[in-house]
């Protein structure tokens, strides 16, 4: 497609509940970021793929975040046993090759936890 | 880790008027980004600087790479409603797998 396509772009769920948001970079492009965006904050980085490196996991918050990529394709963020503090917005960014390249947000998925 | 530091948090201006914003870091950078970010959506980039001392303009928007690399602005000129957003500076320091470093950003309020 020609932009970072996020799934779903809202998603309410019950605490203890697992989630998976999807990402689907821009076609070509080898890195792929996630980030994560509360309320009236700035950006927290989560993890980066870069092509068939092993990822950069070192922003992912508990071991119930996990992320997953196909070859150079898309990308799951799952999140297990969610609570309330994980309501937030989950960005995903690509780049064509990511270092020093720029980044292009998808919308964004808005997780609610009740 | 490399910190960016954005600040006043918000911003009020009034329709028409000029308004600058700084991001500075303790680190030196290679890369100095721009990004805005209307709300319900993903921040887009509005300028993008490679070098130190560089001057990028973008329309109304104008941004500098600091000689130091250890700070960047953004000049946004006679201000309109549509500027309305939050304004995050990113940077990307030299070496392999480096990844963007981004600020907290700035909420930019303009009144009509």
């Known amino acids: 497609g020609a932009g970072v396509s996020q799934s779903p772009s809202n998603k309410v769920t019950e605490k203890g509940k697992d989630v998976e948001l999807r990402c689907d970079p821009i076609?070509?492009?080898?890195?792929l970021y996630w980030y994560r965006q509360r309320l009236g904050q700035g950006l927290e980085f989560l993890i980066y793929?870069?092509?068939?490196?092993?990822?950069?996991k070192s922003g992912l918050p508990s071991d119930r975040f996990s992320a997953e990529r196909t070859g150079e394709s898309v990308s799951t963020l799952t999140i297990q046993r969610t609570q309330q503090e994980d309501s937030a917005v989950y960005l995903c960014?690509?780049?064509?090759?990511?270092?020093?390249?720029?980044?292009?947000f998808g919308s964004g998925t808005q997780l609610s936890v009740l | 880790g490399q910190q960016l530091n954005q600040s006043p948090q918000s911003m009020f201006i009034q329709e028409g008027e000029d308004v600058s914003m700084n991001c500075t870091s303790s680190?030196?950078?290679?890369?100095w980004l721009w990004y805005k970010q209307d709300p319900g959506e993903g921040p887009v980039l509005l300028i993008a600087?490679?070098?130190?001392?560089e001057l990028t303009s973008n329309g109304r928007l104008t941004a500098q790479f600091g000689i130091t690399r250890k700070d960047s602005f953004l000049n946004i000129s006679a201000s309109i409603p549509s500027d309305v957003g939050i304004y995050f500076c990113?940077?990307?320091?030299?070496?392999?797998?480096?990844?963007?470093?981004f600020g907290k950003g700035i909420t930019l309020s303009v009144r009509p």
């Open positions: 960014a690509s780049s064509p090759r990511g270092i020093g390249e720029k980044l292009f």
């Open positions: 076609s070509g492009h080898t890195a």
């Open positions: 793929f870069q092509g068939n490196s092993a990822p950069d």
């Open positions: 680190s030196i950078f290679n890369t």
């Open positions: 600087l490679y070098k130190a001392g």
């Open positions: 990113a940077g990307q320091i030299a070496g392999a797998n480096s990844k963007l470093t």
